[in-house]
Every structure is written in structure tokens, then in C-alpha cells.
């Protein structure tokens, strides 16, 4: 249980456009959903967390209306990377969990390559 | 405040070596603490977890005990496979109710060397 999905896996944009990326738990309601981005070799670092029915919260120095996030439903929060640039290229991963005491569960990322 | 610290990588074994990934933590109160792996190109993946001192997480041949008394965490195996060449994240969630987000160290990478 407790499945996380994530897609797309690969993505390539030309700058100045705009990229979705959807994560959804396949077998669990997620009021909760975290996005990190993972710069090579690097730790993950937290972008923001999304809310169900409500704004997200974002970390310092994440900028909000580049990076947009829309928790419509209990299953599914989309990330958005709006006119992009190669700078945001990177590797995007979700996470969620039924309850938050067994962990979190990670989507497969989405390496995202802005040209 | 709450934070996770780990040993720096890359770490570089033959088959068959023994393994420790040294990990220790910061946090208040009385955290969970998670060891995540994640293979080339994936996503991170649960190894292992422990929810409260002396538990001990095991998974795969890899272990690790909740050692609240060092505030450490290290992850163990005794016989590494070139297959468990990956990046080892550990991570804590502080709870102080409700929901809590995953803090991670740095990372530290595996190589095993047939």
C-alpha cells in the first residue's frame, strides 16, 4: 500500500514555456503532499508543501509564482513550472503518506530539462 | 532545531565488506527516523525505520538502532552487493503533532566493487 505516482517521468521544455508535473497516491487520501527538487549529487531540498483545499506553503527562497502548486483533490497535487529556464532544470519528486508516523512514500521523480 | 547529519561519501566497498553509514541527529523531543535509498535515476525508497529508542529498523539485509542516548541512527550490513550501490539518505520527522516534514542529511553514496 501507500503508492505514489508521479508523471511525467522525463520531460524536455524550450525556455519560456510551461511544465506540469502530477503526483498522485494511487491507494490513500493525501490532505498532505510535499515537493522537493534534487540537484545532481545533492540532498533533496523541500519546495514547498501542498494542502488540499487550501494555498500551499512554501519554503524560503522558493519563488511561489514560478513554481505553482494546485492541490485539488485528495489524490492529486500538480506542480508547475511556469517560463521556464534551463536554471530549472532538475529533478522533481513528490512524496505523501496515509499517516505520517510509517514515512512517506516518494513518486519516481520527473527530471525535467529546460533547453 | 531539528537536523540530520551524515557521514560523507562516496563510500567505496568490495562485495562481501562490511558496511556503516554513520548518522546522527538533532531534533526535540522524541523523533522517528528513517533511512531512504535511492538508486540511479529514481525516486527515494523506505529502507528501514525506527519510532521510538533502542527499535531497531531492518530491511534487505540492512539494519539500523534508534540509539537515543548518542542521538545516532548509523545503518549496517554485513555482506554488501554491488546491487546496493546507491545513495543513502537518512531522514527524521519531529513531531510535534499533526503533520511533520522529512528532514534529510546530505546523502552519502555506495559503490560496490565486484
Known amino acids: 500500500g501507500a503508492v505514489v505516482s508521479q508523471h511525467p517521468s522525463r520531460v524536455i521544455c524550450k525556455s519560456g514555456t510551461s511544465v506540469k508535473i502530477e503526483c498522485r497516491s494511487l491507494?490513500?487520501?493525501?490532505?498532505?503532499m510535499f515537493w522537493y527538487r534534487q540537484f545532481p549529487k545533492k540532498s533533496l531540498m523541500l519546495m514547498a508543501t501542498?494542502?488540499?483545499?487550501?494555498?500551499?506553503?512554501?519554503e524560503q527562497g522558493v519563488e511561489k509564482d514560478k513554481f505553482l502548486i494546485n492541490h485539488a483533490s485528495l489524490t492529486l497535487s500538480t506542480l508547475t513550472v511556469t517560463s521556464a529556464h534551463p536554471e530549472d532544470s532538475s529533478f522533481y519528486i513528490c512524496?505523501?503518506?496515509?499517516?505520517?508516523?510509517?514515512?512517506?512514500?516518494f513518486g519516481s521523480g520527473t527530471r525535467l530539462t529546460v533547453v | 532545531g531539528n537536523s540530520v547529519t551524515q557521514m560523507e561519501g562516496p563510500v567505496t566497498l568490495s562485495e562481501e565488506a562490511f558496511l556503516t553509514i554513520n548518522c546522527t541527529y538533532t531534533?526535540?523531543?522524541?523523533?522517528?527516523l528513517f533511512w531512504y535509498v535511492q538508486y540511479p535515476g529514481e525516486g527515494l525508497q523506505l529502507l528501514l525505520k525506527?519510532?521510538?529508542?533502542?527499535d531497531k529498523g531492518s530491511n534487505k539485509g540492512f539494519e539500523a538502532t534508534y540509539r537515543k542516548e548518542t542521538t545516532s541512527f548509523h545503518l549496517e550490513k554485513g555482506s554488501v552487493q554491488v546491487s546496493d550501490s546507491a545513495v543513502y539518505f537518512c531522514?527524521?520527522?519531529?513531531?510535534?503533532?499533526?503533520?511533520?516534514?522529512?528532514?534529510f542529511g546530505a546523502g552519502t553514496r555506495l559503490a560496490v566493487h565486484p
Open positions: 512524496s505523501a503518506s496515509p499517516d505520517s508516523s510509517r514515512g512517506y512514500t
Open positions: 531522514a527524521l520527522i519531529p513531531y510535534s503533532g499533526g503533520y511533520n516534514k522529512l528532514i
Open positions: 525506527a519510532t521510538k529508542a533502542d
Open positions: 491507494d490513500f487520501q493525501a490532505t498532505t
Open positions: 531534533a526535540t523531543g522524541y523523533p522517528s
Open positions: 501542498s494542502n488540499e483545499g487550501s494555498k500551499a506553503t512554501y
